[in-house]
């Protein structure tokens, strides 16, 4: 975390801030956030996290919705499960989220309680308008194309050639999803699970948030270690529900490619870290 003058925080932020709690503030700008920034403020209200989003950053994979994470945590308050919705503002810069600050650690790796936290997340059924994602074999295969058709033809080619065959794989009923549930995004404080940024939640299939959780792409890409096989599996038996869990076993190879797919296409647009998430993912494959 990087402490930062108040100048370098967006005058409109700022004044907000200063609006609901005059007096003496410290910013520290959050590091992990890959779309967004996130500032941790400590004034005269107590501990406060301002996130401004940054509309560029969306991706079909992982939108980045303000309007959509706000319904999200004022739909899970008091659940135990997501920090507290405190304001929603407009910006020259972007939207802008403020929320509480939820004591506690960024996970090194998704672990059995973060599994079961999730089991939680998808027990839930809010009354909210969300997107739906379609998570069945063709679906994904669709998914990872559509990636692949946006890269020269020599960087898809590999891949395309390692897409696994389709076949029927019955979906699993919709349940609320966090979308994007990272390591970085899982805060932990003793076996308590709780999750941030829920900028990308749908309707879907349980096992599409499983995928991201298990992802050794998306270990690497936070800068942890991606969990071994025998990890993984320990991991996913903690999903209280035995169906998804074979579910998401049956569609692994599908996951696994598609995200092999995005990771081509983000690292074709300049971000070269995910050249060894990519090839990370893909190793699951075989």
């Known amino acids: 975390m990087s402490r930062v003058s108040p100048q370098s925080v967006p005058q409109e932020v700022q004044s907000y ?7 003496p503030q410290q910013w520290t700008e959050l590091p992990g956030g890959r779309s967004n920034r996130i500032w941790h403020v400590h004034d005269g209200l107590g501990e406060r996290i301002f996130k401004l989003f940054d509309a560029t950053r969306a991706n079909p994979l992982f939108p980045n919705e303000p309007e959509a994470e706000a319904r999200v ?9 997501a920090p507290e919705l405190l304001a929603a503002f407009e910006t020259g810069n ?7 600050y939820l004591p506690g650690q960024a996970l090194e790796h998704v672990d059995p309680d973060t599994i079961l936290a999730l089991g939680r997340v998808h027990a839930l059924r809010p009354q909210i308008a969300l997107r739906r994602i379609e998570s069945t074999p063709g679906a994904l295969l669709r998914s990872g194309m559509w990636f692949l058709s946006q890269v020269p033809l020599a960087q898809a ?3 395309i050639a390692r897409a696994p065959s389709e076949r029927e794989i019955a979906p699993g009923p919709n349940v609320l999803l966090h979308g994007d549930p990272v390591p970085a995004n899982v ?14 939640p749908a309707w879907g299939d349980a096992t599409a948030d499983l995928a991201i959780a298990l992802s050794s792409a998306m270990h690497h890409v936070y800068g942890r270690v991606p969990l071994s096989r025998a990890r993984a599996e320990e991991a996913l038996l903690a999903y209280p529900a035995p169906e998804v869990r074979d579910r998401y076993r049956a569609l692994a190879p599908y996951y696994h490619w598609r995200m092999a797919a995005y ?12 050249e060894a998430a990519g090839a990370l993912e893909l190793a699951r494959l075989s």
């Open 157 to 159: 080619e590999p891949l």
């Open 94 to 100: 972007g939207p802008c989220l403020v929320y509480d």
């Open 73 to 81: 945590l004022a739909a899970l308050r008091g659940q135990g499960l």
């Open 187 to 200: 805060i932990a404080a003793g076996a308590t699970r709780r999750f941030i940024d829920w900028q990308c």
């Open 17 to 23: 801030s200063e609006r609901d709690a005059p007096g």
């Open 263 to 274: 990771c081509v296409w983000k690292a074709a647009h300049g971000e070269t870290i995910y």
